[in-house]
């Protein structure tokens, strides 16, 4: 299994469309077996080709701080389960995710006028 979280300097960026890399971590027998930095792309992030990006590279999971539908629609439609309400430092929260202790918010970003995720 492979879990992507939006990360800002080791930490989880509460703003998935703008953060500055992915962490991923590559999960084997429920521990954390290898990582690894993905640069974010440029713009929105249920405007880019991140979903497709992150698909390729086999992630499953997304943890995540706040996230706008638009982006949890696309991402769930490549197959990736998000978490939404998810902080604190990147490994720290894997290895939550790993014990069971983390539950998705359910709750969604609200969108701008332009369709654009929120910004914090």
Known sequence: MKI??????SKVDDHFGHCESYTIYTIEDNSIKGTESLPSP?????????ASV?????????????MGNGAL????????????????????L????????????????????DGHVCNH
Request: aromatic content about 2%.
């Open 4 to 9: 992507a979280v939006p990360t800002k300097e």
């Open 42 to 50: 440029q713009g929105c992030g249920c405007k880019s080709n991140i």
């Open 54 to 66: 992150l698909q390729e590279k086999g992630i499953t999971v997304m943890l995540a701080g706040s």
């Open 73 to 92: 629609n696309v991402l769930s439609n490549h197959g990736i389960k998000v978490y939404r309400g998810c902080s604190g430092g990147t490994k720290e």
């Open 94 to 113: 894997v290895l939550d995710f790993l014990s069971g202790k983390i539950n998705d918010s359910g709750e969604a970003c609200s969108a701008h006028e």
